[in-house]
């Protein structure tokens, strides 16, 4: 029994290490991997590192085979999400949904276990439409998303529905809020070089002022929920918030990087906004899957800047 994880970067590490601490040998799938990234969180001995792309069914076909995969974590996304969508649809449209789409039909067509889809919370944010109230035979009754990015995770998540009322397969879908948490120069997205560069400034003593507040995901909790949502039983639901379930106010961040360095160099600047909309409710995450974060905010920058000691 073995999980293949596509997608080995900023979350799909700290998946596979939680299978290692399971006892299992996870694989790692991945377009472009970084072993010199995953080994500050994966004993690379202890998992298999598969280079493919999720694009191509054989690929999926082959890695599936050949290690005895009865489940698959597809975390696998086009990079930039949102920006990079923008800047090439098409390509992002091939990785987010055809990947997708490859990953639903070879376990359908193998039989597989579970599939769990990594979604976003792009689909609250961006989006139009919903004045009908979702009345039937009116033009207006549901939302739309806005962005390709949201247009992508809306048809992951309508493609996941489909093949559960289809062909009763099991599948789940989690949505992220921002993610961010350690990583490798040249990877992790946006919000993670942000908190970085915050945390390394702060640490230098320099002023840091922090213009945004939200309510996102530690990377380490962001793996603890997918990872739950592939092994948990029972479910009643399948599709589940993965959120801290609180607002972080630019206040309470640099309060957070503060105590953290030891240093009073963060402050709020006064043009504070929320960058990713407002709460994510966890009730299903907390009562279904057993979530609950083990990183606020507090938490999460002592963990980082932790890490940023060890990557100077």
């Not at 529905?161 to 992220?176: L, W």
């Not at 801290?244 to 309060?255: K, V």
Request: hydrophobic share 45%.
């Amino acid at each position: 029994m073995s999980v293949l994880i596509t997608g080995a970067g900023l979350v799909g590490s700290h998946i596979a290490r939680l299978e290692q601490e399971a006892g299992r040998t996870p694989v790692l799938f991945d377009f472009a991997p970084r072993p010199e990234a995953l080994a500050d969180f994966v004993d690379l001995d202890k998992c298999v590192l598969v280079r493919g792309d999720v694009a191509n069914p054989l690929d999926l076909v082959a890695a599936v085979k050949a290690n005895g995969v009865t489940r698959i974590i597809n975390t696998a996304a086009f990079g930039g999400l949102t920006v990079g969508s923008k800047m090439a649809p098409y390509t992002s449209t091939q990785v987010n949904v055809m990947g997708a789409a490859n990953v639903l039909e070879i376990a359908r067509i193998m039989g597989l276990e579970r599939v769990v889809q990594v979604s976003s919370s792009v689909l609250y944010v961006f989006s139009d439409g919903g004045q009908d109230k979702g009345q039937y035979g009116f033009e207006e009754a549901y939302p739309r998303p806005t962005t390709i990015y949201a247009a992508n995770k809306q048809a992951v998540e309508g493609l996941a529905s489909a093949y559960r009322h289809e062909y009763g397969m099991d599948v789940v879908c989690v949505r992220y809020t921002g993610v961010f948490g350690p990583w490798a120069f040249g990877g992790g997205g946006a919000l993670t070089t942000m908190f970085e560069d915050w945390l390394r400034a702060a640490m230098a003593g320099k002023p840091v002022q922090i213009a945004v507040a939200g309510d996102w995901i530690y990377s380490k909790d962001a793996a603890k929920a997918t990872h739950l949502a592939c092994w948990a039983e029972g479910l009643q639901d399948h599709n589940f918030n993965v959120a801290m379930g609180r607002y972080n106010s630019a206040s309470q961040i640099a309060a957070a990087i503060n105590a953290a360095v030891g240093k009073d160099v963060a402050t709020a600047a006064p043009s504070a906004t929320a960058s990713n909309g407002p709460i994510m409710n966890m009730d299903r995450s907390n009562t279904q899957l057993g979530f609950q974060p083990d990183f606020p905010i507090e938490a999460a920058m002592r963990d980082y800047l932790q890490w940023i000691r060890q990557h100077p």
